[in-house]
C-alpha cells in the first residue's frame, strides 16, 4: 500500500515557475515508478510526466516537454515535478501517482493522490 501526498500547487503568472511535490508514505517507495497527471475543468485527465524506480528513465507528455522537469528522491520518498515557462492552459489539478512499472496510461496506474491545483493567470 502506498500513500501519496501532493503539495507545492497555487497562483502563478503565466511565464512562471512552480515546483509540485509528492510525498509518499511506506518503505517500497523506491520500487515504484511514479506519473504525474493532470486534469482541467471539463477535461479527461491526462499524462503529463512519469519517471522510473531509479529515476535513470524519464518520458513527458509533447506539451510539457522541455518546460516541466520530473525528478525524485528515494531518500526522502518524494518525486518532483518542476515546472518553467507556465502557460495558461497548464492550468489543472496535478496529481502524482505509483505503478510497479513505468507507463503514460492513467489505467495502469495503482495508488493516487489527491491532487494539487495550480492556476496559471494571463
Known amino acids: 500500500q502506498v500513500q501519496l501526498v501532493e503539495s507545492g500547487g497555487g497562483l502563478v503568472q503565466a511565464g512562471g515557475s512552480l515546483k509540485l511535490s509528492c510525498a509518499a508514505s511506506?518503505?517500497?517507495?523506491?520500487?515504484?515508478?511514479m506519473g504525474w497527471f493532470r486534469q482541467a475543468p471539463g477535461k479527461e485527465r491526462e499524462f503529463v510526466a512519469t519517471?522510473?524506480?531509479?529515476?535513470?528513465?524519464?518520458s513527458y507528455a509533447v506539451s510539457v516537454k522541455g518546460r516541466f522537469t520530473i525528478s525524485r528522491d528515494n531518500a526522502k520518498n518524494t518525486v518532483y515535478l518542476q515546472m518553467n515557462s507556465l502557460k495558461p492552459e497548464d492550468t489543472a489539478v496535478y496529481y502524482c501517482?505509483?505503478?510497479?512499472?513505468?507507463?503514460?496510461?492513467?489505467?495502469?496506474?495503482?495508488?493516487w493522490g489527491q491532487g494539487t491545483q495550480v492556476t496559471v493567470s494571463s
Open positions: 519517471i522510473n524506480w531509479s529515476g535513470g528513465y524519464t
Open positions: 501517482a505509483a505503478h510497479r512499472v513505468i507507463s503514460s496510461w492513467s489505467q495502469d496506474y495503482d495508488y
Open positions: 511506506g518503505r517500497t517507495f523506491s520500487s515504484y515508478a
